[in-house]
T-cell receptor, first 111, second 116 residues
Framework: SQTIHQWPATLVQPVGSPLSLECTVE??????LYWYRQAAGRGLQLLFY??????ISSEVPQNLSASRPQDRQFILSSKKLLLSDSGFYLC??????????FGSGTRLTVV | AQSVSQHNHHVILSEAASLELGCNYS??????LFWYVQYPGQHLQLLLK??????LVKGIKGFEAEFIKSKFSFNLRKPSVQWSDTAEYFC??????????????FGKGTKLSVKP
């Protein structure tokens, strides 16, 4: 069966520190992968999407970057975190028109 | 800019009350429409979706939604809510599958609290 793994579940990082969040998908190949951020009162905002290895599209300019080193691995990174990067980060994949499957999310608090 | 609007930030209902959550989108042309639900401490889950055909869509747990193209709306309904329906509900839209067309644009969400 197809599953999506996302870690860590929670993270507290100081301002200016680096970030690396990882997402992996099992049971499928060549999925479309997405990173969303859910900030309080602002819904879900699409940050990055990828249609294949090494192919990253950014939806909003920001302090974050994404990479897809392997077909089923999607990484969200930052060199220096800002307070405004706090939020709930969700990875998702989209196998078909049936919609997305979301990971369990990472709660990031920048202090 | 393309957007999805959910009219209510927080809805509080008693058990057995009827529910309707509003969702409007600003895209032109053909769209796919979704409602997702996030129960406390759980993943986002697909509640129902509309791609084409009958504009009245039935989803899991007794939920349904009606696509009204002329009103650019996709409101979520349930005739009688239960305490277990307490969750946050998100409306989402995309324009297809593949590349950027498949990107889901979400509304800000509506928090539903059902009092036992």
């Amino acid at each position: 069966s197809q599953t999506i793994h996302q870690w860590p579940a929670t993270l507290v990082q100081p301002v200016g520190s680096p970030l690396s969040l990882e997402c992996t998908v099992e049971g499928t190949s060549n999925p479309n992968l997405y990173w969303y951020r859910q900030a309080a009162g602002r819904g879900l905002q699409l940050l990055f999407y990828s249609v294949g290895i090494g192919q990253i599209s950014s939806e909003v300019p920001q302090n974050l970057s994404a990479s897809r080193p392997q077909d089923r691995q999607f990484i969200l990174s930052s060199k220096k975190l800002l307070l405004s990067d706090s939020g709930f980060y969700l990875c998702a994949w989209s196998p078909t028109l049936a919609g997305y499957t979301f990971g369990s999310g990472t709660r990031l608090t920048v202090v | 800019a393309q957007s999805v609007s959910q009219h209510n930030h927080h809805v509080i209902l008693s058990e057995a009350a009827s529910l309707e959550l509003g969702c409007n989108y600003s895209y032109g042309g053909t769209v796919n429409l979704f409602w997702y639900v996030q129960y406390p401490g759980q993943h986002l889950q697909l509640l129902l979706k509309y791609f084409s055909g009958d504009p009245l869509v039935k989803g899991i747990k007794g939920f349904e939604a009606e696509f009204i193209k002329s009103k650019f709306s996709f409101n979520l309904r349930k005739p009688s809510v239960q305490w277990s329906d307490t969750a946050e509900y998100f409306c989402a839209v995309n324009k297809g599958y593949g590349g950027s067309q498949g990107n889901l644009i979400f509304g800000k969400g509506t928090k539903l609290s059902v009092k036992p």
